[in-house]
């Protein structure tokens, strides 16, 4: 497992993993998972830990920092896990224009494209499904499953 480590500007570090969640490894998330706890552990505890954090500011702001590069690596494995990444049925990803059903972009057994989206942990990367319509000429993503009332939707 590697990790990278950065120091930005403000002082904040930044604990960075990328490209578990999609890059085809045959071990499980809850490896991957443990590997990364492990290491989070490692670098406020061990490693030189001890010494780069002197100040409560210091430890507080590494300990956000690892929280939330934990938290993206939950994100980003969620989404790659999720059904609607690549629905089975066009007809739940209508048109936004006009509300006919999406004809797949990307052809079955292809890669599905990749896009990167901000989220309140930071930047994840995730691959869905893109359709299009040929009446509006456009290429979209699938909203997704909708919401209902009563279930914590809208």
């Known amino acids: 497992m590697a990790a990278q480590l950065t120091l930005e500007a403000a002082g904040t570090v930044t604990l960075a993993y990328r490209r578990f969640a999609m890059d085809g490894k045959k071990r499980t998330v809850r490896d991957r998972w443990f590997d990364r706890a492990e290491a989070a552990y490692r670098r406020m505890f061990e490693d030189k830990g001890h010494e780069e954090l002197v100040t409560l500011t210091e430890r507080e702001t590494m300990a956000q920092s690892i929280a939330k590069d934990l938290a993206r ?3 980003e494995e969620q989404v790659a896990q999720d059904p609607a990444a690549e629905p089975d ?3 739940s990803t209508c048109c936004p224009k006009c509300g006919e059903a999406g004809m797949p972009a990307v ?3 292809k890669k599905l494209p990749e ?3 901000t989220t309140l942990v930071g930047d994840i990367d995730m691959r869905r499904q893109r359709w ?3 009446k509006c000429r456009i290429v979209f993503f699938s909203a ?3 919401t209902g009332s009563g279930d914590g939707g809208l």
């Open 73 to 75: 690596f939950l994100l």
């Open 89 to 91: 049925d066009a007809s």
């Open 107 to 109: 052809e079955e057994g």
């Open 115 to 117: 896009r990167t989206v």
């Open 132 to 134: 299009g319509c040929a």
């Open 144 to 146: 997704g499953r909708p």
